[in-house]
């Protein structure tokens, strides 16, 4: 069975070491992984194999991580599905205000566009110092819909956003 554990923890040394303990102890495979530390927390979702008898001891285990202030949810991995249409790489630069990740996720799926990735950050325009909200990632568009098509449609939505916005095709 392939479970998610979803960890969050105060950014400290250790805290990936304690996880992997708890997935070894309980005889389980570690698979993938995103990592992160954001505003001094440690974030970080991972995708572990083991027989599905060792789940309650591998809940358990993580349960006792919370005495060293680490928090780990357990969920089962959705049957995996078939994606079809095409994955693309985007990136999209924009002057920083509040709720442009709620628009530019509206407007994606609105034309029924997945998002599979997504990263952000906010920085610093050149020569002004203005806040600049970054975002790259890789979405999923529907079945038919091609990258030109696509991003015809994203352009449309970029102007309406005051972002620029690149898109091309991608293979993993």
Known sequence: ??????????DKPGVVRAVANA?????GNWLDCQ???????FAGVICV??????RAGLEASVEKLRDQGISVAVD????QTVDEGVRARFSSDAPDRAGLVL?????L???????????????????????????QGVML???????????????VVAAELGMDFTLEEYAD
């Open 1 to 10: 069975m392939q479970l998610i554990l979803s960890v969050m923890s105060d």
């Open 23 to 27: 997935v070894a102890f309980n005889q």
């Open 141 to 155: 568009l529907p079945a038919g819909l091609t990258i030109e098509e696509a991003s015809s449609a994203l352009e």
């Open 103 to 107: 628009e530019m996720s509206q407007a």
């Open 49 to 54: 194999e083991l027989d599905g008898d060792r």
């Open 76 to 79: 089962v991995v959705a049957t």
């Open 35 to 41: 990592m992160s530390r954001l505003g001094g927390k």
């Open 109 to 135: 799926a609105d034309r029924g566009i997945n998002l599979l990735e997504l990263a952000t950050e906010c920085t610093s325009m050149p020569y002004s110092g203005d806040p600049l909200f970054c975002a």
